[in-house]
């Protein structure tokens, strides 16, 4: 059984790192808030894009019969953990799909050391770098590159659904593909010139920087809910924690001062 001294060193312990996750909470609170205004700001952008993409895709039909050799995967996670299984879930759900030979583009810090320490051979960008304008025309020129070099393109990122729920979500980027779920508007009746799949494949830079800069801001968003669950959870159990130590503390103390007050009163007995 630990000592009153131990219990209050414990108690000191627990609650620095309670003041922590508490003060961690907060901050991804507030940062979570303006990573989601950011999001739906740049989604009217991204919805127009893919609209016009639609609609090109829909009078075209070369780009959907090639055939692909390997996949070239976009990973996006965090630079920094903290956040449950954020990161872990990316490399998870990647690791189910991946294939002998696919290429591999890891944007994150914490994906750099996951991969790294499974020996999987990947280019690298830090998130901070992967916001630069410069560093996404880079990927998206070597993504569309290796598009034409029939690699299929396909990302990881966690998709955010609300400040509770949020996955680990394939995404395919190329070839472009358009669900019925995406409820994009279209133009009909429409005739191109140059033909539609010279304007899709010009489209293509401007498709994959405006995808891959989705994908990142929702990203983060979900990076923030997640360490804020993260930090929120770990504040409640320490404050779970703090309680049983000073039950356990009021115990050792009643009981020495019990066991004092009984050797004063059989000391004074002894006197007389």
Same mark, same amino acid.
């Given at each position: 059984?630990?000592?009153?001294?131990?219990?209050?060193?414990?108690?000191k312990?627990?609650?620095?790192?309670?003041?922590?996750?508490?003060?961690?909470?907060?901050?991804?609170?507030?940062?979570?808030r @303006? &990573?989601?205004?950011?999001?739906? #700001?740049? +989604?009217?952008?991204?919805?127009?894009t893919? %609209?016009? *993409?639609?609609?090109?895709?829909?009078?075209?039909?070369?780009?959907?019969?090639?055939?692909?050799?390997?996949?070239?995967?976009?990973?996006?996670?965090?630079?920094?953990?903290?956040?449950?299984?954020?990161?872990?879930n990316?490399v998870?759900?990647?690791?189910?799909e991946?294939?002998?030979?696919?290429?591999?583009?890891?944007?994150?810090?914490?994906?750099?050391?996951s991969?790294?320490?499974r020996?999987?051979?990947?280019?690298?960008?830090?998130?901070?770098?992967?916001?630069?304008?410069?560093?996404?025309d880079?990927i998206?020129?070597?993504?569309? @590159? &290796?598009?034409?070099?029939?690699? #299929?393109? +396909?990302?990881?990122?966690?998709?955010y659904? %609300?400040? *509770?729920?949020?996955?680990?979500?394939?995404?395919?980027?190329?070839?472009?593909t358009?669900?019925?779920?995406?409820?994009?508007?279209?133009?009909?009746?429409?005739?191109?010139?140059?033909s539609?799949?010279?304007?899709?494949?010009?489209?293509?830079?401007?498709y994959?920087?405006?995808?891959?800069?989705?994908?990142?801001?929702?990203?983060?968003?979900?990076?923030h809910?997640?360490?804020?669950?993260?930090?929120?959870?770990?504040?409640?159990?320490?404050?779970?924690?703090?309680?049983?130590?000073?039950?356990?503390?009021?115990?050792?103390?009643?009981? @020495?001062?019990?066991?004092?007050?009984? #050797?004063i009163?059989?000391g004074?007995?002894?006197?007389?």
């Amino acid at each position: 059984m630990p000592t009153i001294k131990q219990l209050k060193e414990k108690q000191k312990s627990v609650k620095s790192i309670h003041k922590t996750t508490s003060a961690m909470e907060m901050i991804s609170t507030s940062k979570s808030r @303006k &990573a989601l205004l950011l999001n739906q #700001e740049f +989604k009217p952008f991204l919805f127009e894009t893919m %609209s016009i *993409i639609k609609t090109v895709i829909e009078n075209q039909t070369t780009i959907k019969e090639k055939t692909y050799n390997k996949t070239l995967w976009l990973l996006i996670s965090s630079d920094i953990g903290l956040a449950g299984g954020f990161n872990s879930n990316i490399v998870k759900e990647f690791l189910r799909e991946k294939k002998p030979g696919d290429e591999v583009i890891a944007i994150g810090k914490k994906l750099h050391s996951s991969l790294g320490a499974r020996n999987i051979e990947h280019t690298h960008y830090s998130l901070a770098q992967a916001k630069e304008v410069g560093t996404q025309d880079e990927i998206s020129m070597r993504l569309m @590159k &290796a598009y034409f070099e029939d690699t #299929e393109i +396909k990302s990881v990122y966690t998709k955010y659904e %609300s400040q *509770i729920d949020f996955k680990a979500t394939i995404k395919i980027l190329l070839p472009v593909t358009i669900s019925e779920d995406d409820n994009l508007e279209t133009i009909t009746n429409i005739d191109f010139e140059p033909s539609a799949n010279n304007i899709l494949l010009s489209m293509l830079p401007l498709y994959l920087s405006a995808s891959l800069n989705g994908l990142i801001k929702e990203s983060e968003v979900s990076e923030h809910s997640a360490r804020r669950v993260a930090m929120e959870n770990a504040t409640t159990n320490g404050e779970e924690i703090m309680n049983d130590l000073n039950v356990q503390y009021n115990k050792q103390r009643q009981a @020495k001062i019990t066991q004092e007050i009984s #050797e004063i009163v059989g000391g004074t007995e002894a006197l007389k």
